[in-house]
Each structure stands twice: as structure tokens, then as C-alpha cells.
């Protein structure tokens, strides 16, 4: 039997530029492994978190605070995986790392 769990968790951006486009993307991509029901909120806004376009709507920049919701069986490891990607800075995105 699998146990659901529901949990909350707030992070900060760390990337100089935000959720903008591409790490909006790694996150809905991170998100989609997942079983969970997860959402990231900004304020009163609340949007599914494998959804880019919903995410870039956040206009989450550099210091914002997103609180993460995140219900289901993998809610533990979900929200971890998560929280660290977000609070990192998406080192793949250094100069001198072109892997596009």
C-alpha cells in the first residue's frame, strides 16, 4: 500500500537570472519524473510546476521566494529534488559549459 503524503517547503532563487525560459524547463522537466501533484506558488499566484510557460509566469527572479506543494507517494523525494534544483544556481548554465 502506498502512502500519500502532502508537503510545503519554501526556497529561494538562487539563479542570476531567475526562472527565466530555460530553467523554467529544467524544472517542469525534474517535475514530470515524478508521481506527485506538484505546484509552485509566488504570492497568490499558483501554477503547475510542469508547466513551463505557467512557471516563467511567476517572473521569479533572483532572491524570490516560491513556496513548493507537492502531494503523493513521492512527495518527499519530489520536494527535495526540487527544492535543491531550484535553490541552486543551474551551474549547467555557466559560461564555458555549452551543452545545447
Known amino acids: 500500500m502506498s502512502i500519500t503524503s502532502n508537503e510545503t517547503r ?3 532563487v538562487n539563479n542570476p537570472h531567475g526562472l527565466h525560459l530555460r530553467p523554467a524547463g529544467m524544472v517542469a522537466k525534474l517535475c514530470r519524473k515524478f508521481e506527485s501533484q506538484i505546484e509552485i506558488s509566488k504570492g497568490n499566484l499558483r501554477v503547475d510546476a510542469r508547466d513551463v510557460l505557467a512557471i516563467v509566469t511567476l517572473f521569479a527572479e533572483k532572491g ?3 513556496e513548493l506543494h507537492v502531494s503523493g507517494t513521492d512527495a518527499i523525494t519530489a520536494i527535495s529534488e ?3 534544483l531550484i535553490s541552486s544556481e543551474f551551474s ?3 559560461p564555458g559549459n555549452d551543452q545545447l
Open 10 to 12: 519554501r526556497v529561494t
Open 64 to 66: 524570490s521566494e516560491l
Open 82 to 84: 526540487l527544492a535543491e
Open 92 to 94: 549547467d548554465e555557466l
